[in-house]
């Protein structure tokens, strides 16, 4: 386990490129996979998570390949034609990789069975069994419905009508892969709107998608509707910069001062750039240059200067477009004047680990003031000034989570002792490249 002391940085500025949207990675891999044809992809995520998936689709038949310039080529193994694997399916770190294939192999006349690390292992999956048992699949879960557990595919599955319990793009997902190997359509109806690059891509693979609006009990509904046994045409995939990963440098280039950071080809898909509206709502000083359109999806270079950010209430609605990046926003909000109040952030409990209680501790031990409800975290702000950083001898535990090992390492930043990271190995589960991006952007 690698520990690591993040201390006081110097302005951050130059220009760095983030990598490939890890959400888009995964289903580049998946889609491409599924038609049959080569596939090429560039600027894919080459992070842990979205090789388990490349390397999960070789098991299932599809070959993948990647050449010296860094383009991946996929010659997919054809809807309904996926293969049995003769070993596990290791998902390590990964629950889209996870939750996504279960669909996948839902509606394919195959068994296979999933497992991960210690931190996938404790992760909910009744959330996916539950719709694709309705659709006709089969599931030996672990205890609590969590890995390793084994699916056996529905062949022909059922087509559903499910409406999300949760505001989860990977439950959403996972029907809708189910529903495009599934006789008639799959509908799912979303109360909240989650990321959409599933509907998105499949739609450019050549699977026909309906997106409507319907008036539900609490407001608008998305009803999504796939027609199934679709014919997925290869396609040449330009995956854009992660708007997740671009977070940790966007709220370090706030905070630090003096800087004065260029973050360029950061994906701005309205479902994912909640973080980018919260922390211009704190005052950050956050410009989108050269605004364009990478792979369907709007893009833009981030110019990103060091601000005076004061605390808000962040608006509980915001949450879906910005599930994964409140790690990154608690540092923000420590380094704010006055108080951050957050809420409706249950979800938060059951990702890579229960993000606020190891945000709140590992903050906690680095001398910021906070209190932890149970669905959100309240903040009290230095107004600028570093924080303590952790005490000698003593770590913050990220419990095999990428995101709180690399908030913390932003937090480091502005402290005056330093923030020592238990272990920064998780990092390279989605940004390989964030310790060498942090050197070269603060040297
Ligand atoms: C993802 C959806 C989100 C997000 C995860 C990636 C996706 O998970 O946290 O990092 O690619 O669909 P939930 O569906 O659990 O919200």
Redesign the pocket.
């Known amino acids: 386990m690698p520990n690591q002391t993040f201390t006081s940085s110097a302005a951050l500025s130059g220009k760095i490129r983030v990598p490939g949207d890890?959400?888009i990675s995964?289903r580049s891999l998946m889609f491409a996979g599924l038609a049959v044809g080569e596939s090429r992809i560039t600027g894919l995520l080459e992070g842990e998570d979205v090789l388990a998936t490349a390397a999960a689709m070789r098991q299932l038949g599809a070959d993948i390949t990647r050449n010296d310039d860094g383009e991946w080529r996929v010659h997919g193994a054809g809807l309904g034609s996926l293969l049995e694997p003769h070993q596990a399916l290791e998902m390590g770190n990964s629950?889209?990789s996870t939750r996504l294939m279960m669909g996948l192999l839902a509606s394919h006349p195959i068994a296979a069975t999933f497992t991960g690390d210690a931190s996938l292992s404790g992760r909910p999956m009744n959330r996916v069994i539950t719709p694709l048992s309705q659709m006709g699949a089969s599931f030996e879960a672990s205890k609590g419905g969590t890995l390793p557990l084994m699916v056996r595919g529905a062949s022909p599955a059922v087509p559903i009508t499910y409406r999300l319990p949760v505001?989860?793009?990977?439950?959403k997902?996972a029907v809708l892969l189910a529903g495009l190997n599934t006789p008639g359509i799959t509908r799912v109806i979303e109360p909240i709107a989650?990321?959409d690059?599933t509907e998105r891509m499949l739609t450019g693979f050549g699977a026909t998608l309906e997106i409507g609006e319907e008036t539900g009990a609490n407001g608008p509904e998305r009803i999504i509707a796939i027609h199934g046994e679709a014919d997925l045409k290869p396609q040449n995939v330009v995956v854009p910069g992660d708007p997740s990963s671009a977070a940790f440098f966007i709220v370090a280039a706030l905070i630090v001062p003096g800087s004065d950071l260029l973050i360029e080809n950061v994906g701005l898909n309205t479902t994912r750039a909640g973080i980018v509206t919260v922390l211009r709502q704190m005052g950050g000083q956050i410009e989108e240059v050269n605004p364009r359109e990478v792979g369907g999806e709007p893009v833009a270079d981030l110019c990103v200067r060091h601000s005076a950010l004061t605390g808000i209430d962040v608006d509980p609605a915001i949450v879906p477009s910005m599930?994964?990046e409140f790690p990154v926003m608690f540092v923000a909000a420590a380094l704010a004047k006055g108080t951050t109040r957050t809420t409706g952030l249950e979800?938060l409990r059951v990702?890579e680990s229960d993000r606020l209680s190891t945000m709140a501790n590992a903050l906690t031990l680095a001398g910021v003031s906070l209190e932890e409800n149970e669905d959100g975290l309240i903040i009290q702000g230095t107004g600028g000034d570093p924080i303590p950083g952790t005490p000698n001898e003593a770590s913050v535990e990220t419990r095999l989570d990428h995101r709180i090992a690399m908030a913390m390492a932003i937090a480091g930043l502005v402290s005056r002792n330093g923030v020592c990271v238990d272990d920064t190995a998780p990092i390279a589960t989605s940004f390989p490249t964030f310790m060498d991006l942090l050197s070269g952007a603060s040297a």
């Open positions: 890890k959400s995964h629950g889209t505001a989860s793009a990977q439950v997902s989650t990321r690059h599930v994964d979800e990702k």
